[in-house]
């Protein structure tokens, strides 16, 4: 595998809110959080959950030689596809990895795609098979479709970093009734953050009135003027992609 031999765990510390999707639902294999489709594994993982060794080989979310496989629907008009590339097309110049797209069906891919009323989400990681990223009309700006290709790269939300009440704090009283979960602290075992800060910039960072029930802020930074919500890549973004995917 052409990546760094870490855990999961280790890609799974950063995000920000750049749509506000669904609350946490779960399928009899996959359960959405927010914009994530996790496998249950991932999830119990995530959550502290005791499992056997074996069902921790997380190096096989990573995608091999550090490539993403795609393909495209046709519901999306030139222009939106010119977006998709634009995203993708960034991410390759400050990064080794690369996508490549596919008109095999049989072939393990991301299937781009739009499921109308659905939002923006992707499953996590490489699955080995086909594996759903869906942008709705709302969510074709750029910094949008690349949280959502972190997203099927690996990288989990930031504010639910283990780490994440020394740096903000969360006001549970304006978060939408049944949005909590969005909000929780992920707990795995011996996470690996690649020595990085964590990072406010980040573009895998909730926005400050993220799932908010009343128009105030459901997270503040503790560092005055630290902005959240970005839609760009941070500096320190780029810098995990590197680690997580282009050392041998």
Request: hydrophobic share 40%; charged share 15%; with cysteine.
């Amino acid at each position: 595998m052409h990546c760094l031999k870490v855990t999961l765990c280790s890609l799974l510390l950063l995000a920000l809110n750049l749509v506000q999707a669904l609350p946490a639902q779960q399928s009899k294999q996959q359960i959405r959080i927010d914009d994530m489709l996790l496998t249950t594994e991932q999830f119990e993982y995530l959550n502290g959950t005791d499992m056997p060794q074996s069902a921790l080989a997380w190096p096989q979310y990573y995608w091999p030689q550090s490539t993403l496989v795609f393909s495209i629907s046709t519901q999306f008009t030139p222009y939106e596809v010119q977006k998709i590339q634009e995203a993708m097309a960034e991410i390759e110049s400050v990064s080794c990895i690369r996508f490549r797209q596919t008109d095999n069906i049989k072939e393990n891919r991301v299937a781009i795609q739009r499921i109308a009323g659905m939002g923006c989400f992707s499953a996590l990681g490489y699955q080995h098979n086909v594996q759903p990223l869906s942008l709705d009309t709302g969510c074709m700006h750029k910094g949008t479709i690349q949280h959502e290709l972190l997203h099927a790269l690996g990288f989990i939300h930031m504010q639910n970093d283990p780490r994440r009440d020394d740096y903000v704090i969360i006001n549970w009283g304006n978060i939408i009734e049944g949005a909590e979960s969005q909000f929780q602290m992920w707990n795995p075992f011996n996470v690996n953050n690649f020595g990085v800060a964590y990072d406010y910039a980040s573009i895998m960072h909730y926005s400050a009135f993220a799932f908010s029930k009343n128009g105030q802020r459901t997270i503040i930074p503790k560092v005055y003027g630290a902005q959240i919500g970005l839609r760009k890549l941070s500096p320190w973004d780029i810098v995990k992609l590197k680690l997580a995917y282009c050392l041998n």
